[in-house]
T-cell receptor, first 115, second 111 residues
């Protein structure tokens, strides 16, 4: 039971390059989330998927796209990376949506640097 | 504006001592409040979740309190250990499924 896994752990991109961050969970959770964490700031929600087949924008969606591939997997794509997207990206999952008291489980994070 | 403010920004204490971290929020309407522990280089891990009607919740040596009237919460750590060194994050959920994260308090426990 690995929980929430993310790949890659580290990535360096040049401005304008594209890439996809992968996330998978093995807890049979309905809801999945992508956050970014910048120094001195709280985590900010990029996109979330309340259930398989649905996705919604969070607080900072610009420059990103997501795909809920199936119940287990939720990917985040940067089409044309910019230095402002340098950050640590966390994927999370929960059984119930955000408004519940259900626990969110976070992955280990992906450290992305855009030069 | 919906905000979560945490204090202090950072804290150093000696092993075995107690400490209290503060969280003030202006988030409305309030749904619940969570405390997370985040070790360096790792994802956050949930410590406690409290709803409007709960004013205390414990998880081992961690005790969270909530005063919904003054919109304040605290996280008390008893008999600190070196492994408590981490960032502690307060998160408030608004009705409508919006989570507002605080910037965190960095705790360092010294031997």
């Amino acid at each position: 039971n690995a929980g929430v896994t993310q790949t890659p752990k580290f990535q360096v991109l040049k401005t304008g390059q594209s890439m996809t961050l992968q996330c998978a969970q093995d807890m049979n959770h309905n809801s999945m989330y992508w956050y970014r964490q910048d120094p001195g700031m709280g985590l900010r929600l990029i996109y979330y998927s309340a259930s398989e087949g649905t996705t919604d924008k969070g607080e900072v969606p610009n420059g990103y796209n997501v795909s809920r591939l199936n119940k287990r997997e939720f990917s985040l794509r940067l089409e044309s990376a910019a230095p402002s997207q340098t950050s640590v990206y966390f994927c999370a999952s929960s059984q119930d949506p955000l408004g519940s008291t259900d626990t969110q489980y976070f992955g280990p994070g992906t450290r992305l640097t855009v030069l | 504006k919906n905000q979560v403010e945490q204090s202090p920004q950072s804290l150093i204490i000696l092993e075995g001592k107690n400490c209290t971290l503060q969280c003030n929020y202006t988030v409305s309407p309030f749904s619940n409040l969570r405390w997370y522990k985040q070790d360096t280089g790792r994802g956050p891990v949930s410590l406690t979740i409290m709803t409007f009607s709960e004013n205390t919740k414990s998880n081992g040596r961690y005790t969270a309190t909530l005063d919904a009237d003054t919109k304040q919460s605290s996280l008390h750590i008893t008999a600190s250990q070196l492994s408590d060194s981490a960032s502690y994050i307060c998160v408030v959920t608004r009705y409508g499924n919006k989570l507002v994260f605080g910037a965190g308090t960095i705790l360092r426990v010294k031997s």
